[in-house]
C-alpha cells in the first residue's frame, strides 16, 4: 500500500494535503478539477514537489526522505522525456542502467521490450522519426523495464486522438498488470477512469480525497465532485 499519511505537498504556493491510502497492485485513478492539484500529488509521491509534512510509505518503508531516483516508482509524462539524440534502444535501455552503447543483454531486453509495446523493428530510429503515437511506446517502454513497482500516469496520451489513447491506456495498464505493478494515473477523462481504473482518487482544491471504487465514484459521486462530474 502507497500511505501518504497526514500528508503536505507544496507546489510554489500551493498546498495539498492527503491523508488516504493507495492499495498495491491495483489501478487508481486521480480525477478532479484543473488546477486542483493532480500533477502535485503525483509530483509529491515521485518526489519531485516538495513535501512540507507528514509521512509516505510504500509497503511499510517511509520513502519521505528518498531522492526521487531512490524511490519505488516510474513516471509517464505527456512529454514523454524521451533524449531527442538518441536513438529508440539508446533511450529505453536507460532504464536498465545503460550507457550509450547497450551490451548484448540489454539489447535483448529492450528488443523485447519494444515487441510488446508495438515498436518491432524500430529501435534505431530517433523520437523525431516517429508519430506521436510511437514516441509514447518508447516512453511506456522505458518506464516498464525500470523495475519499479509503482507506475505514475501524468495524462501521458492526452495529445493522441481518442482511439489511440485509449489503446495505449489499455496497452500500459496490461502490461503494468503483468508485471505486478500498481498503477496511478491523473486523467481528465471520467471516461478513462471507467475503462482501466479500480478505484479513483478525487482532487479537490488543496486537498486529495481517500480512493473509492470507480463504480460507486462514478454512479454516487462525492459532494466535492457532484459538480465536477456534471
Ligand atoms: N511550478 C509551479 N509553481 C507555482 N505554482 C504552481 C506550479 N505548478 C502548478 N502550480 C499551481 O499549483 C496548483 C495545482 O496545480 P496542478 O498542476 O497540480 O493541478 P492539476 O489538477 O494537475 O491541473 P490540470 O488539470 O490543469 O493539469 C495550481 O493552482 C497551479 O497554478
Given at each position: 500500500m502507497l500511505w501518504c499519511k497526514d500528508v503536505e505537498f507544496l507546489q510554489g504556493a500551493y498546498a495539498l494535503a492527503a491523508d488516504l491510502q493507495i492499495e498495491a497492485g491495483r489501478v487508481t485513478a486521480?480525477?478532479?478539477?484543473?488546477?486542483?492539484?493532480?500533477?502535485?500529488?503525483?509530483?509529491?509521491?515521485?518526489?519531485?514537489?516538495?513535501?512540507?509534512?507528514?509521512?509516505?510509505?510504500?509497503?511499510?518503508?517511509?520513502?519521505?526522505?528518498?531522492?526521487?531516483?531512490?524511490r519505488p516508482v516510474s513516471m509517464l509524462?505527456?512529454?514523454?522525456?524521451l533524449f531527442p539524440h538518441l536513438t529508440v534502444m539508446q533511450n529505453v535501455a536507460l532504464a536498465l542502467g545503460s550507457k550509450l552503447n547497450p551490451t548484448a543483454s540489454v539489447r535483448q531486453r529492450v528488443e523485447d521490450m519494444l515487441a510488446q509495446v508495438?515498436?518491432?523493428?524500430?529501435?534505431?530510429?530517433?523520437?523525431?522519426?516517429?508519430?506521436?503515437?510511437?514516441?509514447?511506446?518508447?516512453?511506456?517502454?522505458?518506464?516498464?523495464?525500470?523495475?519499479?513497482?509503482?507506475?505514475?500516469?501524468?495524462?501521458?496520451?492526452?495529445?493522441l486522438g481518442p482511439g489511440l489513447k485509449a489503446e495505449m491506456l489499455d496497452l500500459s495498464v496490461?502490461?503494468?498488470?503483468?508485471?505486478?505493478?500498481?498503477?496511478?494515473?491523473?486523467?481528465?477523462?471520467?471516461?478513462?477512469?471507467?475503462r482501466v481504473a479500480d478505484a479513483i482518487?478525487?482532487?479537490?482544491?488543496?486537498?486529495?480525497?481517500?480512493?473509492?471504487?470507480t463504480q460507486d465514484f462514478l454512479n454516487d459521486p462525492p459532494e466535492a465532485f457532484v459538480d465536477y462530474l456534471g
Open positions: 486521480i480525477i478532479g478539477p484543473s488546477g486542483a492539484g493532480k500533477s502535485t500529488l503525483l509530483g509529491g509521491i515521485a518526489g519531485f514537489v516538495p513535501q512540507t509534512g507528514g509521512a509516505l510509505l510504500w509497503k511499510g518503508s517511509d520513502i519521505t526522505k528518498l531522492a526521487p531516483a531512490k509524462f505527456q512529454d514523454n522525456n508495438g515498436l518491432d523493428g524500430l529501435s534505431e530510429r530517433k523520437p523525431a522519426a516517429l508519430s506521436g503515437g510511437q514516441q509514447s511506446r518508447a516512453a511506456l517502454a522505458r518506464a516498464l523495464l525500470q523495475d519499479r513497482d509503482v507506475m505514475l500516469m501524468d495524462e501521458p496520451f492526452s495529445a496490461a502490461l503494468a498488470k503483468e508485471a505486478g505493478r500498481t498503477v496511478v494515473m491523473v486523467t481528465h477523462d471520467p471516461s478513462d477512469a471507467a482518487l478525487g482532487v479537490s482544491p488543496n486537498k486529495a480525497w481517500a480512493p473509492i471504487s
